[in-house]
């Protein structure tokens, strides 16, 4: 199993950046993605961001696209979501997920075989 550990989340101000990392340990070697989820309170946990690890093709929730991007560092098995002009609705929880799964869309959080702790992301208006 992969151990994912998330970290950079915080307390910013709308419209102020934050880059959130996942860093990967473990049976790495089997892992065909990685995906950022969120969740915030009375809420479903919801898809935000997925990389295929090695050729690094990207898919994005609507909600974010232009706005966050996601992206990988092989050498350093890390996984980085950078997020941008941050709004108030982008408060969550934010969860890094791996797969060793192949498919057409990572969006679903069935395909994850592995999860990290979470870092929680607040903006304020």
């Known amino acids: 199993q992969v151990k994912l550990v998330e970290s950079g989340g915080g307390l910013v101000q709308a419209g102020d950046s934050l880059r959130l990392s996942c860093a990967a340990s473990?049976?790495?070697?089997?892992?065909?993605?990685f995906g950022w989820f969120r969740q915030a309170p009375g809420k479903e946990r919801e898809f935000v961001a997925a990389?295929?690890?090695?050729?690094?093709?990207?898919y994005y929730a609507d909600s974010v696209k232009g706005r966050f991007t996601i992206s990988r560092d092989i050498a350093k098995n890390t996984v980085y979501l950078q997020t941008n002009s941050l709004k108030p609705d982008d408060t969550a929880a934010y969860y890094c997920?791996?797969?060793?799964?192949?498919?057409?869309?990572?969006?679903?959080?069935?395909?994850?075989?592995?999860w990290g702790q979470g870092t929680q992301v607040t903006v304020s208006s």
């Open positions: 473990g049976r790495t070697e089997s892992t065909r993605a």
């Open positions: 990389i295929w690890w090695s050729i690094g093709r990207t």
């Open positions: 997920a791996a797969t060793s799964s192949y498919a057409l869309d990572y969006g679903s959080a069935f395909l994850y075989d592995s």
